[in-house]
């Protein structure tokens, strides 16, 4: 199975995510003026600062070219991955509920945070256990998530959150500690925290590759039940 | 037409923007300032003023978290 990358002007994690796609499968870089996904079977949007994160973060990438393919793959049940910068891009594209506000502290936080699994099941968490505890960096400016209140109930109702700051954890202020939300279909999860940091020992964790092998587990399963 | 897009945080989000400038304030010495909010001016030349709306819903607010205004300024 095949993940692509997208790669925007001022994307600077997508060779990161690419380096741990491929520790699951096989991987290649999605250029964003390019409208063809090149039969990719997962998309991934990196972190960074797309267009230079001009007007907002993400306004500006949401309109590029492959971003059209990315909703059309979304919309026809992809799996699609969006990790910080890419988290608020596909907010921005509506692809997924709620926005991306500055930290409450306005600085960049960068640090190593424990994340709880609140939803161990499905194309993203299936590979975890049921409340465990992910050791992820998150490195970011603009992460404090943020949604109303009553779509913040349908958010925890419909068990959307997959991922939540453990108590203490929370670097930005993000309402009810969410770290990670996937759309009501489940095959679209965006995340502040990058798993693509956490996928060798030399970096302190490994625990972000169970994202990646969820993915990679949920299609090859997929595949075998046709 | 010339115009600008008045572009604020909606009311009862959290604005740590505005409450930094509003604790900045006072150590100044300016006193007597209270619900300071930051948000962003846009200003443009349009030939169709009325698909302004339109603009500010697709790109240059997010309805969601932002309230916009158009300020009409007269021909450009």
Redesign the interface.
Same mark, same amino acid.
């Given at each position: 199975m095949k993940f692509g990358v997208v790669r925007f002007p001022g994307s600077c994690d997508d060779v990161d995510a690419l380096r741990a796609a491929e520790l699951v499968g096989e991987a290649e870089l999605l250029w964003h003026a390019d409208r063809d996904l090149h039969g990719v079977d997962a998309v991934i949007v990196p972190g960074g600062f797309s267009y230079g994160d001009y007007l907002r973060a993400g306004a500006i990438a949401r309109f590029a070219p492959v971003m059209e393919s990315v909703a059309e793959f979304a919309r026809e049940g992809g799996l699609v991955l969006g990790i910080c910068n890419g988290f608020q891009v596909l907010c921005e594209a509506r692809l997924l509920p709620g926005a991306l506000l500055p930290n409450v502290s306005l600085r960049f936080v960068f640090r190593q945070v424990e994340l709880a699994v609140a939803r161990a099941e499905g194309p993203f968490t299936g590979a975890c256990e049921p409340g465990e505890r992910l050791s992820i960096p998150v490195k970011h400016t603009t992460g404090r998530f943020y949604a109303p209140d009553d779509q913040l109930d349908a958010l925890d109702a419909s068990g959307q959150v997959l991922l939540r700051y453990a108590p203490g954890h929370n670097p930005n202020g993000s309402l009810r500690d969410i770290a990670g939300i996937c759309n009501e279909q489940g095959n679209v999860l965006g995340l502040m925290p990058h798993p693509e940091h956490a996928v060798d020992p030399l970096t302190g964790s490994i625990d972000g590759l169970k994202i990646f092998a969820s993915m990679r587990v949920h299609l090859d399963d997929r595949v075998l039940a046709f | 037409m010339r115009a600008r897009v008045l572009v604020r945080p909606k009311a009862g989000?959290?604005d740590?923007?505005g409450q930094?400038v509003e604790r900045a304030l006072p150590a100044l010495g300016f006193t007597g300032v209270s619900n300071v909010h930051v948000g962003r001016l846009i200003e443009l030349d349009v030939e169709d003023p009325a698909q302004l709306p339109q603009m500010c819903e697709a +790109?240059?607010a997010?309805p +969601?978290?932002e309230d916009y205004e158009i300020v009409a300024d007269g021909p450009s």
């Open positions: - | 989000i959290l740590p923007q930094a +790109l240059l997010n +969601l978290i």
